[in-house]
């Protein structure tokens, strides 16, 4: 698609793409190369000097069990949180599309914690099932259970899921409501006269006519559980215990930190930045996209 | 709906609610937390009512700070994590949109390639090069600056794309027509093309905002001085591993805190808000 009209001029264009092209430059195409380039060096324990090692810290990285388990972690944790902030939004925006009483009260309610940090989130549920002082910890202990999350990796992972999860449902729920609403009424009322009840009706028409924004949102939801709860992850657990939360990003961070291993590092960012492309690429291929290219 | 329901629509009303208490309670009990003195939190003697430190607990938060490892007031903090949000929205609207003016209203060898350049960082979120662009910005003598803090962040492939694609729809006629009346490049972007463009810039103003309000791993590597800290990096330092030294209050009062700006243009700009996140299906 090419625009009919256009301005002649042969400076001008460059002027004004430059400050984009200028930061896009030094801040992500010479990083994500330095990235690349440092994933094939090793240094010695000093860092005296830099041997060029071809794949070998690829190679040490797939060998590593902790890094095979973080990448299982980390699918685990995506596909835990994608699954419950999905069905619990799309049961709430099924309830919302109804012609109800105040839908625009109820939607303004549960929209809100998009704009939440995921910091903040972290906060915010370590406070109520911190094991000596949360309110929801003390219910807990009431029944019975043994909650203590700073010691018990699986209770530690279960409330990363919880929170990343609840920051994601108001995303989803936007989503789900703006597809339900697409859905032409005629549609469902044919099915009705035809006698379907509403599960059926639900399930033989409106969800296959969701798909693709199911779909769409499932991408979305794994990237930002790739990605975004790191701020989620540090605040409320810093990885451990034990690094039973450390995801992909995490280690990333933590290995990158304690300085030991760069060349690891740089190779794990590779890895992810090819995880970031199939996806992104998934997502081009397989959802109705209304930009063309 | 189709068919007569014999409790009409009490089910998808008490749903609805029970998502709004979900959704709801741990901010409730975040503001409950920081109208209550420490030691009742700390015993675990929390009331689910709000008690009566509020004005003390939030001047203390905002001007004073806390004794843990942070003493840094929270006021600073609001105040950079402003600078930065701000920044970086208006920052990203303005070389995005005029970025995309270039592609799409000039014709100009590499006009391709520069598009391709931008359009790939799509795929390169500062998560995954983390460390080269630390040692980068580091290397430019930015750590501990706004700019440091903003520029790594300002490119934004979305919104050149989403520019690019509004300014294919505007009809060429408005192009020829501003032409005939002399007009050149300039007169024709900020007479015609800003006032067209003003719906889809506040929508996108307001998930760019929230975006930079809500960064964390980026200014939690570059920024080691407290006093140039955001809201984000200092609140998770008000957490002492040891929960007697925490001020859970003065905790809670910054959570909700860092919470009111962004919520707050969410919920003032909602309709705005949701068409710009279907527009930009992020």
Redesign the interface.
């Known amino acids: 698609m090419l625009k009919q009209a256009v301005f002649q001029s042969k400076l001008l264009p460059y002027l004004l793409v430059l400050p984009q092209l200028a930061v896009v430059l030094v801040f992500f195409y010479w990083p994500a190369g330095q990235a690349v380039i440092q994933s094939f060096l090793m240094q010695d324990a000093f860092g005296l000097s830099t041997v060029f090692v071809w794949f070998d810290n690829y190679r040490e990285l797939l060998a590593d069990p902790d890094y095979f388990a973080a990448i299982l972690r980390t699918f685990a944790f995506s596909f835990a949180i994608a699954l419950s902030s999905l069905s619990l939004a799309l049961l709430l925006a099924v309830m919302a599309d109804r012609p109800l009483r105040g839908s625009t009260f109820y939607r303004t309610l549960l929209i809100w914690p998009y704009a939440v940090a995921p910091p903040v989130v972290g906060v915010l549920w370590i406070f109520m099932l911190n094991p000596s002082l949360g309110v929801i910890a003390h219910g807990l202990r009431a029944l019975g259970i043994d909650w203590n999350p700073l010691l018990d990796g699986h209770q530690a992972a279960l409330l990363i899921i919880l929170a990343a999860a609840w920051k994601q449902i108001s995303y989803n729920f936007l989503f789900f409501l703006a597809g339900l609403q697409a859905i032409p009424a005629s549609v469902i009322e044919a099915a009705a006269i035809d006698g379907a009840r509403p599960m059926r009706r639900f399930w033989t028409i409106i969800f296959p006519l969701l798909s693709p924004t199911i779909f769409f949102l499932i991408v979305v939801n794994v990237v930002y559980a790739f990605f975004e709860t790191f701020g989620i992850i540090d605040t409320m657990t810093r990885g451990g215990p034990a690094k039973a939360t450390e995801t992909l990003v995490y280690k990333v961070y933590s290995d990158g930190l304690l300085g030991g291993n760069l060349g690891s590092s740089a190779a794990q960012s590779v890895i992810l930045m090819g995880i970031v492309i199939a996806l992104t690429a998934f997502q081009f291929r397989f959802v109705e996209r209304k930009v063309n290219y | ?3 007569h329901r014999k409790f009409g ?1 009490l ?3 008490l ?2 609610w029970a ?2 208490l ?3 309670f ?2 409730y ?2 503001f409950v ?1 920081s109208t209550q003195d420490n030691a009742s ?4 003697q ?1 009331s ?1 009512l709000p008690g009566g430190h509020f004005l003390e607990t939030y001047t203390k938060t905002l001007f004073v700070g806390t004794s843990g490892t942070t003493r840094e007031p929270v006021g600073t903090m609001l105040f950079n994590s402003m600078v930065m949000a701000m920044t970086i929205a208006l920052g990203k609207i ?3 949109i ?2 995309a ?8 060898p590499f ?1 391709m390639t ?1 598009f391709w ?2 359009f790939i ?5 500062v ?7 630390y ?2 910005v580091a290397d430019l003598n930015l750590l501990d600056s706004y700019a440091g803090l903003t ?2 962040l ?2 934004s492939a979305t919104a ?2 989403l520019f690019r ?1 509004f300014f ?1 729809t505007v009809p ?1 006629e408005l ?2 027509a501003s ?1 005939i009346d002399g007009a ?2 300039f007169r ?1 972007f900020w007479d015609t093309l800003l006032p067209l463009s003003r719906t889809n810039m506040a929508a996108l103003f307001v998930i760019l905002f ?1 975006l930079g ?2 960064q ?2 980026w200014p ?1 590597l570059i920024t080691t001085r407290d006093d140039m800290q955001t809201i ?2 200092g ?2 330092k008000m ?1 002492v591993t040891s ?1 007697a030294l925490t001020e ?1 209050p003065v ?2 009062a910054t ?1 909700v805190l ?2 009111l700006p ?2 707050a ?3 003032l700009m ?1 309709k705005l808000f ?1 068409r710009g ?3 930009t ?2």
């Open positions: 709906m189709v068919e629509n089910l998808p009303h749903v609805l998502g709004v979900i959704v709801a741990p901010v009990l975040a937390a939190i700390a015993n675990g929390m689910l303005g070389i995005s005029i970025s003016y270039a592609i799409v209203y000039f014709r100009f006009r520069i350049l931008i960082t799509l795929m390169l979120p998560e995954v090069r983390i460390y080269p662009t040692k980068i520029l790594p300002i490119a050149t794309l694609q294919m060429d192009l020829e032409r050149g490049p024709f929230i309000w809500n964390y791993l939690l984000q990096i609140i998770r957490i929960d859970w905790v809670m959570a860092a919470m962004p919520v243009v969410v919920v909602q949701v996140l279907v527009e299906e992020k």
